[in-house]
C-alpha cells in the first residue's frame, strides 16, 4: 500500500481553508494529530484537536520542533 503525498493548497482546497504557509506547494507525507508522534516534521500537517490540552502551547513546542506545516 502506497502513501499517497499531497501539497499544502490541495489540502486547503479539500479543508476549503486558507494557506498560510509560505511554500504552498511543499509536499505533506504524513498526518499528525498528536505532537509526540511527529518523526518527520518537514513532512508533517499537524491537526489540534479540540481537547483537555491548550492548543497554542502544542503549536509552539511543534514550532521549536521545526514543524513548518502548521
Do not use: C, H, W
Not at 479539500?14 to 518527520?40: E, G
Not at 500537517?45 to 514550532?63: Q, Y
Amino acid at each position: 500500500m502506497s502513501n499517497p503525498n499531497y501539497s499544502i493548497s490541495f489540502i486547503a482546497g479539500i479543508l476549503s481553508a486558507k494557506s498560510y504557509i509560505v511554500n504552498d506547494q511543499a509536499i505533506i507525507t504524513k498526518l499528525v494529530i498528536d505532537s509526540r508522534s511527529v518523526i518527520d516534521p518537514e513532512e508533517s500537517l499537524f491537526f489540534a484537536l479540540d481537547g483537555k490540552r491548550m492548543g497554542m502551547s502544542i503549536l509552539i513546542t511543534l514550532i521549536q520542533m521545526e514543524l513548518r506545516t502548521l
